[in-house]
């Protein structure tokens, strides 16, 4: 238990402490130091909640698919617990991306929802891995989870690649990306400040619930093998 | 576990690389349209439901109190549609600025739209100091005519 | 024996099981007619509007088709415990998956021409030379389904909730599928044919990535209890 032992360390409650504070700060940041857009005017402010929500949301799918692999290949019950909890954090954080953007398109291109390649894909992704959290529920067997729920976690991230790169393929209603793309970024240095400071924030939210969440499944699974409800972890 | 790859597995590793390979050739080509540009929209014929996208033409937009119409030309530099519609934009609708147009050709160069999507411009930039944000085409409108009787 | 021709083995038996029993043609054919008379009262007087809902139609019809062919497909085998048997006695297991999906996506094609001449009748589908541009779309699309269904059907199969998880989990994955096949079929019936080359090449992306996917991680989905 080695790696259990790291993640322990990691865990304690200070690094939950320092995400908190630094949520806090971005929230001053974001709704009082930074001047609203030109164009948009407060609403903007919606972008800092939107857009780390969705990279973190992709970065938790992606976890699962990576730990989901990982288990097909070692059969090592600790990559099992990484991918539950990426996928339940990617469909907070997805679900998150989803309710801000629809408050943001409202007030922006008038519209609560639009069959947008992007929004259509991100929708999708958010049913494929509520589909993944209601197939693990309905095992009741730990190991035939494990196994169906990683073949799920890797089909399920196949359409990922699809969801980043419709808004290039279809000219879609959505924007193109601001940050990551050739040249200099499109976003003035304060606003762009306010984004990653946020998003710094938010991964650190991010990290610490992942650890929480696998430390849970971990004793859930020590649990069930004291009662004799499964075998012993391996 | 250093046995030669059997044969299903060399079809399955080729499947899904010819999957990714023709992924991103259709990224390349970029074929799939979502929304049909004004020139584009010139050569189909009257009455399909179509999107439009195109610029909002500066000093195009009216508002007809009377009849509750809303009417402005959208352009994409070479071909411009005039569109009429019903539908109120949001507060960023300006002249300038993109907007999806859903709805159907009703001429030869006019456009009857059932709704109009604002389309933002991902250009992002602060409020100077002293600036407020610009109210859009359609309030400004709305209150000259408040001012006016 | 290698693992084609234990898969077109596999394939041959349970059409011919299917064939026998005629029963998914029926229950399939039933399901479109029934889906497309309700469609035709919804729509009323309007036949355009009928015409152009005409290709989405026949597509949700199969993806129903698709779900309860590719849950019997699977019991068949299932329910004897005849698996187990193919399980322990293949030099290859992923014959199963790939004799499954070829099975079934023989099935589909003939359930999309059940539907399609169904919908020539009932939904007043346009026919012309430019039909024929819709063979290459059916087999692709009844590839695409099949690969994506007979993997599915494994994982929502070993659960406790079969009836719900499947379309649950079959939907989304068969967006793409989906989508392309009914674009394409409104492209070619209605405006370009030359449209659907587009769609066609997406459709036939998806049913490569999934049936290359479906491949490598079939076993670990389909290993019995």
């Known amino acids: ?174 924007q193109a990306p601001t940050v990551i793309q050739p040249g200099d970024p499109t976003i003035s240095h304060l606003l762009l400040a306010a984004l990653l400071l946020n998003l710094a924030s938010f991964t650190l939210l991010f990290a610490w619930l992942l650890v929480r969440r696998v430390e849970l499944e971990a004793d859930r699974d020590q649990v069930l093998a004291v009662i004799g409800e499964s075998e012993p972890a391996a | 576990m250093s046995r030669r790859p059997r044969p299903a597995t060399l079809l399955g590793l080729a499947l899904l690389s010819g999957a990714f390979l023709g992924l991103v050739g259709m990224g390349l080509t970029s074929a799939l349209v979502y929304y049909q540009t004004p020139t584009e929209l010139a050569s189909l014929p009257v009455g399909r439901a179509v999107r439009l996208y195109g610029i909002v033409a500066s000093g195009s937009v009216r508002w007809d109190a009377g009849t509750k119409t809303l009417r402005f030309a959208v352009t994409d530099g070479t071909t411009t549609f005039d569109v009429t519609t019903q539908n109120v934009p949001t507060a960023l609708f300006r002249e300038g600025i993109g907007v999806v147009l859903e709805g159907r050709k009703n001429g030869r160069r006019s456009f009857l739209a059932d709704a109009i999507l604002v389309k933002h411009s991902s250009v992002y930039e602060p409020l100077r100091p002293g600036e407020t944000v610009p109210p859009g085409v359609l309030q400004q409108i709305l209150a000259g005519k408040e001012a006016s009787p | 024996m290698n693992v084609f021709a234990d898969a077109a083995l596999l394939a041959a038996k349970d059409l011919r099981a299917e064939l026998r029993s005629r029963g998914a043609l029926v229950a399939a054919g039933t399901l479109g007619a029934v889906a497309f008379v309700v469609a035709a009262m919804a729509a009323g007087p309007d036949r355009a509007q009928l015409r152009q809902l005409a290709p989405a139609l026949t597509w949700l019809a199969l993806l129903y088709a698709a779900i309860a062919m590719a849950d019997r497909l699977d019991l068949v085998d299932r329910r004897d415990d005849a698996f187990s048997a193919l399980w322990l006695a293949l030099e290859d297991r992923r014959a199963i998956y790939l004799g499954k999906v070829l099975a079934l996506a023989v099935v589909l094609l003939v359930l999309q021409g059940v539907l399609f001449g169904l919908a020539v009748v009932l939904l007043d589908l346009p026919l012309s030379g430019e039909a024929l541009w819709l063979a290459p779309v059916a087999v692709v699309a009844a590839l695409g389904a099949a690969a994506t269904s007979v993997l599915v059907v494994a994982l929502a199969g070993a659960s406790g909730q079969r009836t719900l998880l499947m379309p649950l989990l079959l939907l989304p994955l068969m967006v793409p599928v989906l989508l392309a096949a009914v674009e394409s079929t409104g492209a070619i019936l209605v405006s370009a044919p030359a449209a659907a080359l587009q769609w066609l090449a997406l459709s036939a992306a998806q049913a490569a990535l999934f049936a290359g996917l479906g491949v490598l991680v079939y076993e670990h989905a389909a290993t019995p209890e």
């Open chain 1, 1 to 174: 238990m080695s790696a259990g032992g790291r993640l322990s360390r990691f865990s304690r409650p200070w690094v939950g402490v320092v995400a908190a504070a630094a949520t806090a700060c971005t929230v001053v940041f974001g709704l009082f130091i930074v001047p609203p857009d030109r164009l948009q005017g407060d609403v903007q402010r919606i972008m800092y909640i939107h857009v780390p929500s969705a990279w973190l949301g992709y970065l938790g799918f992606f976890i699962t698919f990576a730990a989901s692999a990982a288990f097909l290949w070692r059969r090592d019950p600790r990559y099992d617990r990484v991918a539950v909890a990426g996928a339940e954090l990617g469909l907070l954080f997805t679900g998150l991306t989803i309710v801000t953007g629809a408050l943001w398109g409202k007030a922006t291109w008038g519209v609560w929802w639009d069959w947008d390649p992007r929004l259509t894909t991100t929708a999708i992704l958010f049913v494929i891995y509520a589909g993944y959290v209601l197939l693990r529920g309905s095992i009741v067997d730990r190991w035939r989870r494990a196994r169906l729920a990683a073949v799920l976690g890797i089909i399920g991230f196949a359409d990922v690649p699809i969801v980043h790169f419709s808004v290039l393929w279809w000219r879609g209603l959505h």
